[in-house]
């Protein structure tokens, strides 16, 4: 029911940033929680950022002062702004809807964030 569409992933120089957008459609109010995960070649999928209804966020260490989740309720949006960007965060990243009532999580398509020279 829940729809995840992505967008704002690309190519960038390392030092670089890139804003990334996740729009919801569906279930929205039924859902508490939004992240950010990504997944490197041949690597596990890995919690980059989350934010809760009201503000409350979390962090991998990798990117803590360097990336900010944030989110637009009235528009069932969540961002995440990517600064300083390096190789390692070369991945394909993922927006993630939770729903604590259910346990139900959602995810969008992936969208590709090279940082490269």
């Known amino acids: 029911q829940v729809q995840l569409v992505e967008s704002g992933g690309g190519l960038v120089q390392p030092g670089g940033s890139l804003r990334l957008s996740c729009a919801a459609s569906?279930?929205?109010?039924?859902?508490?929680?939004m992240g950010w995960y990504r997944q490197a070649p041949g690597k596990q999928r890995e919690l980059v950022a989350r934010?809760?209804?009201?503000?409350?966020?979390n962090y991998a260490d990798s990117v803590k002062g360097r990336f900010t989740i944030s989110r637009d309720n009235a528009k069932n949006t969540v961002y995440l702004q990517m600064n300083s960007l390096n190789p390692e965060d070369t991945a394909v990243y993922y927006c993630?809807?939770?729903?604590?009532?259910?346990?139900?999580?959602?995810w969008g398509q992936g969208t590709q964030v090279t940082v490269s020279s």
């Open positions: 569906g279930n929205i109010f039924s859902l508490y929680v």
């Open positions: 934010i809760i209804t009201g503000g409350s966020t």
């Open positions: 993630n809807a939770f729903r604590p009532a259910t346990g139900y999580n959602y």
